[in-house]
T-cell receptor, first 114, second 116 residues
Framework: AQSVTQLGSHVSVSEGALVLLRCNYS??????LFWYVQYPNQGLQLLLK??????LVKGINGFEAEFKKSETSFHLTKPSAHMSDAAEYFC????????????FGAGTRLFVKA | DVKVTQSSRYLVKRTGEKVFLECVQD?????MFWYRQDPGLGLRLIYF???????EKGDIPEGYSVSREKKERFSLILESASTNQTSMYLC???????????????FGEGSWLTVV
């Protein structure tokens, strides 16, 4: 069975600092991996995804994530945080069946201090 | 752009009422979903539909039912609302099947339901 663990329900960084949000997964098949972002009072939107190929994936707003199979991780990073990055971030894993078996992590809320 | 529209953003209902949450998507997606979002629990799948009139139970279907009479519309029904169903409900859609674009899920803005 698939599962996703996001380490840290809350992360706080200063503006301009590195953002690192951690995600570990388990999957019995080669996984599709996703990061979604949810801004206040909105639905989720795709930030980036890994399907096949290059393990370093670049997304919107300067975010990127690296798929590390040996560590079963898909951590999200951004070199320099901006106030507008304050949101909740969800890591997700899918077995590729069109979304039905997409499992979401519990979410990490990112706070950005001025 | 894909657009998933949830008809009601904020609802307050009384215990025992029948509640309808409506969702429409405009991208001809085969799959549609209803999720429930609660703090610390992430998103939990209530029901999934892969075609008109077809539905599959998700992780937490108890107390809910769904209807999909048209491809673009997926309704969530709470037959008799209870206070423990107070939550944020998210509708979503996706293309069926595998592939680079086949797995991205597109979400609506959510419906906040309070049952008093």
């Amino acid at each position: 069975a698939q599962s996703v663990t996001q380490l840290g329900s809350h992360v706080s960084v200063s503006e301009g600092a590195l953002v690192l949000l951690r995600c570990n997964y388990s999957s019995s098949v080669p996984p599709y991996l996703f990061w979604y972002v949810q801004y206040p009072n909105q639905g989720l939107q795709l930030l980036l995804k890994y399907t096949t190929g290059a393990t370093l994936v670049k997304g919107i707003n300067g975010f990127e994530a690296e798929f590390k199979k040996s560590e079963t991780s898909f951590h999200l990073t951004k070199p320099s945080a901006h106030m507008s990055d304050a949101a909740e971030y969800f890591c997700a894993v899918s077995d590729g069946t069109g979304g039905f078996k997409t499992i979401f992590g519990a979410g990490t809320r990112l706070f950005v201090k001025a | 752009d894909v657009k998933v529209t949830q008809s009601s953003r904020y609802l307050v209902k009384r215990t025992g009422e029948k509640v309808f949450l409506e969702c429409v998507q405009d991208m001809d997606h085969e799959n549609m979903f209803w999720y429930r979002q609660d703090p610390g629990l992430g998103l939990r799948l209530i029901y999934f539909s892969y075609d008109v009139k077809m539905k599959e139970k998700g992780d937490i279907p108890e107390g809910y039912s769904v209807s999909r009479e048209k491809k673009e519309r997926f309704s969530l029904i709470l037959e008799s609302a209870s206070t423990n169903q107070t939550s944020m409900y998210l509708c979503a859609s996706s293309i069926r099947g595998q592939g680079v674009s086949g797995n991205t899920i597109y979400f609506g803005e959510g419906s906040w339901l309070t049952v008093v």
